[in-house]
């Protein structure tokens, strides 16, 4: 799945490229970019290339192999941690590379954050740089937007996903928009992130997926992370991008650890992962639930299947030339999300590959989400609205059939 | 009388604390203080402190009074006075988050209401003659002829395109009408640098700074010259090398993101300051109140301008809050703030240039509350004679026309003559005419445009909705317009 890549001179969000093979090395064009570093790694799934203005051109590389991650980057080990402190990293390595990075929210300074995530970046880079800001989500969203049309390029923190509801005029009416109905004149490159899904217990209004409420909105990116390696990788791209990009975070994945490269690195911002290679079904996934699902894999692989995992990773726009070239070899989808039934990632995700692989399918895609209801605050309540492994191996079985 | 004195008391402890303006203070003044005149202020009936008669069932202890030491009113000094005008005791103080408090035993809750509006800053009477002893910055013929054309076109922009809307050539217009003294005499306290972050009813602004009638006329007719690629409405006007912000229709939601202008200047410890307006009916979204108190707590260079032209289309101030205007406001955020006679160009740009000098010099938000009226109606659609007196907007018209008092002064300088004047109205017409008929008759954008600056580059799923576009185009080529460029 990844291939090491030696590059020379930095980029920052990978623009266009041109793919000659999977084994050899790819060449990247660059965007000037002031700022040079001498080895910069550069990692990538499959042979696909992102972006429109890379469509043009590109032999697609279909047979590109999506091994498992295993065969990482790294040449050396790297370093191990966790993904909250794989968020930091990613950000403390950016506002070390651009001044204009700043973070703002709310307890981000000095109480390092929620979820410390900014922990100690308030005494690195002063109080302006990492600001804390009073209670007031639309305003200080509204904030981040008009420091980013003067030339910063800020991040908004939400303590948690849910309170950004409150921001949702800004980011819809002006985040996504202004750049439009500007004529281009204005860019926001803000990144917009924070925890969300559901926890242990936090009641109903601290368990919103909010990636149900923003798919809609014209002129925004989101991504979901899901280990600490992708996590860093797309934080880093998310603050590089010139589109304002909202990064979704999970509550209960925030002490995950892992051995990352210690090099430095980013990740497409559009493109799928691919967890587990297969052949006999489809599973598509992101955040919280692709830990269900490689449990429910290990079941089935005991039972004999070979399901194919794949972390969507990015919400908008959905990375359909990996679920393609997925969907063609397996002929059977599941998708298992977090969000509500109606509405959801799923649902758009269900549409999305109906209307376009519906030939290639043998059997109706199957869509596991969360009831439509609140989140119960009672332990088991609350589990039973977050889908299983069981229930996951269960519909792998019955599409298999 | 007791209560009496504990108001002229209070009068002193305001003069002395809260007009930080006039005082001669610690840090930089802005101005010499000399040019004004501080007895004039204290002359006029200020508001302290708001008092409400003791309830009457806790009796008048008689130790209230007398344990309390008058002062004199012209008294200057700074020092903490060991009682406070709420009549606390001295001793009995406390620490709390956010300073020291003194406690008291008397229950009094702050009146509602003040006995007495906070007064207005004005500087030329109705007829346009200064007043006497008022202080202002003083204006040369060159800046005040400018400032004068400027409202002049504005004007008659106003009401040319106006009536374009009417007659079915733009989709929709919006006037300033009775405002051009806010509009222009603002923009011209202003430097090319400040940021400004408009509501909508501030094209004054980006006409002072050089956009010219031809790109207004771009905008409303949306044709290719349009900076903004013909994807907004009317009147929402944008530039990036004018230092002016795309309208965006959303009311008050330009007010956080002034504070957070202001924090990239202050980032970047730039010699300039954001400006945002916003109108009496914007005061009354959440944005304002978040966005005055970030200001105020992240210490950002904002003026705040609000227009308070008395109607929110057709809710009238009444209806909008219940506070004495906005300028009381400010104070309750922690931010300096005035309140001036918007018709009175004078007026308003002295209080501009105080204001910005002391947002860039102290690095704090100032709120100016311009006292003004909406003439025109809210917006070609709407009919204003609808929900209000007829004579009402003709007496604003009229009487308090803004351009006619400014010229009144002008006039009386010896500066302008009414052959000048109809020169000027005459000129500018022909000019607008000409605008709006190149403007009419310009391309349309073409339809790529529908789906550029989406995001920064087109992503796959843009492309290929284009694609499915064209297609369907050619297809019907009937259904599609054909002054629009494919």
């Known amino acids: 799945m990844a291939v090491v890549f030696q590059g020379i001179g ?36 499959d042979g696909r290339l992102n972006s429109g203005s890379n469509r043009r051109a590109q032999k697609l590389i279909t047979n590109a192999v999506a091994t498992k991650a295993d065969s990482s980057p790294a040449t050396k080990p790297g370093h191990e941690l966790l993904l909250f402190e794989a968020l930091r990293e990613g950000l403390e390595e950016e506002m070390e590379r651009d001044a204009r990075v700043c973070v703002m929210g709310e307890d981000v300074g000095h109480y390092g954050g929620s979820y410390k995530v900014t922990k100690d970046l308030a005494n690195k880079y002063g109080d302006l740089r990492v600001l804390d800001t009073p209670i007031a989500e639309n305003s200080f969203t509204g904030m981040a937007i008009g420091a980013a049309m003067t030339g910063l390029r800020p991040i908004v923190e939400g303590m948690n996903m849910g309170f950004l509801l409150l921001a949702f005029n800004q980011i819809s009416n002006n985040c996504g928009m202004l750049h439009y109905t500007s004529g281009g004149q204005f860019t926001i490159p803000v990144v917009i992130r924070g925890p969300g899904g559901v926890g242990r217990q936090l009641g109903a209004e601290h368990s919103q997926r909010l990636e149900s409420y923003f798919q809609s909105i014209p002129g925004i990116q989101m991504v979901a992370c899901s280990t600490p390696y992708n996590a860093k990788g797309l934080m880093k791209a998310a603050i590089r991008s010139e589109n304002p990009v909202i990064l979704f975070e999970h509550v209960l994945l925030y002490n995950l650890k892992e051995r990352i490269p210690d090099e430095e690195y980013i990740l497409n911002l559009e493109e799928a992962e691919m967890v587990r290679p297969g052949e006999h079904i489809t599973i598509l996934t992101y955040s919280r639930m692709r830990y269900h699902v490689m449990q429910a894999a290990k079941t089935l692989v005991n039972k004999g299947y070979d399901p194919e995992v794949i972390d969507i990773r990015s919400l908008k726009p959905f990375d359909l030339h990996t679920i ?46 969360s009831q439509d209801v609140p989140t119960p605050y009672a332990g088991t309540l609350e589990e039973w609205t977050v889908v299983q492994p069981t229930q996951i191996v269960t519909a792998v079985e019955q599409l298999c059939r | 009388m007791a209560i009496w004195l504990r108001r002229s008391r209070s009068l002193a402890h305001y003069l002395k604390a809260e007009i930080g303006f006039w005082k001669v203070p610690n840090q930089r003044s802005f101005l010499n203080p000399c040019f004004f005149n501080p007895e004039k202020s204290s002359s006029t009936t200020l508001t302290g402190e708001n008092y409400g008669n003791p309830p009457s069932f806790l009796g008048n202890s ?7 030491r008058f002062e004199s009113i012209k008294s200057g000094r700074e020092e903490l006075d060991l009682e406070d005008e709420n009549g606390g005791h001295q001793n009995q103080a406390m620490d709390f988050p956010g300073g020291r408090i003194s406690f008291t035993s008397e229950m009094k809750f702050i009146s509602e209401s003040p006995r007495e509006r906070i007064p207005c800053y004005r500087v030329l009477d109705d007829d346009g003659l200064p007043i006497m002893h008022s202080s202002f910055v003083e204006v040369s013929k060159e800046a005040a002829l400018k400032m004068f054309s400027n409202m002049v076109t504005l004007e008659t922009m106003d009401t040319i395109l106006y009536e374009a809307q009417r007659q079915g050539r733009i989709s929709f217009y919006l006037t300033s009408i009775g405002e051009e003294a806010i509009n222009i005499a603002t923009a011209a306290a202003l430097t090319p640098h400040d940021v400004v972050l408009p509501q909508y009813r501030e094209p004054g602004v980006l006409l002072w700074r050089g956009f010219t009638l031809q790109e207004f006329s771009n905008q409303c007719f949306g044709n290719k010259a349009d900076y903004g690629k013909g994807r907004q409405m009317p009147i929402h006007y944008g530039s990036n090398k004018h230092n002016y912000f795309t309208v965006s229709s959303t009311i008050a939601t330009q007010i956080p993101q002034a504070v957070g202008a202001a924090y990239s200047l202050k980032m970047d410890k730039k010699d300039a300051c954001v400006v945002t307006y916003f109108g009496d009916g914007g005061t009354s979204e959440g944005d304002f109140h978040a966005g005055l108190n970030f200001a105020a707590v992240m210490e950002a260079p904002v003026v705040y301008i609000c227009r308070n032209n008395g109607w929110a289309i057709s809710t009238p101030v009444s209806q909008q809050f219940r506070s004495d205007g906005v300028v009381v406001k400010g104070k309750a955020y922690g931010i300096r703030s005035i309140r001036v006679d918007g018709n009175d160009a004078l007026a308003v740009y002295s209080a501009t240039l105080a204001a910005r000098e002391m947002a860039i010099t102290e690095q704090k938000p100032i709120l100016i509350e311009m006292l003004t009226y909406r003439v025109g109606h809210h917006s070609t659609s709407d009919d204003s004679t609808k929900y209000r007196p007829v004579d009402e907007i ?6 308090r026309n803004p351009i006619s008092r400014f010229r009144k002064w002008v006039d ?35 339809i790529s445009n529908l789906f550029t600056d989406v995001y920064e580059s087109l992503p796959s799923n843009l492309c290929e909705q284009e694609e499915l576009l064209r297609e369907s185009i050619k297809r019907h080529p009937q259904d599609y317009p054909s002054d629009v460029p494919v």
């Open chain 1, 324 to 369: 393609g070239n997925s969907v063609k070899k397996t002929h059977r989808v599941l998708i298992v999300e977090e969000c509500m039934r109606t509405g959801g990632i799923g649902a758009s995700l269900t549409a999305a590959i109906n209307e376009y692989f519906h030939d290639y399918l043998d059997a109706p895609v199957v869509c596991l989400s």
């Open chain 2, 412 to 446: 009386k300088n010896g500066w302008w003559s009414d052959k000048d004047e109809s020169e000027l109205r005459a000129n500018v017409r022909k000019q607008l005419l000409q605008a709006i008929q190149v403007a009419e008759k310009a391309e349309k954008p073409p």
């Open chain 2, 62 to 68: 008689p130790t209230l009074f007398g344990s309390r």
């Open chain 1, 10 to 45: 930095a980029t920052a969000a990978l623009t266009s490229a041109t793919s000659v093979d999977s084994k050899k090395l790819y060449i990247l064009s660059r965007r000037l970019v002031s700022e040079t570093k001498s080895t910069f790694m550069v990692v990538r799934s």
């Open chain 2, 394 to 399: 003709e007496h604003w018209k009229t009487a």
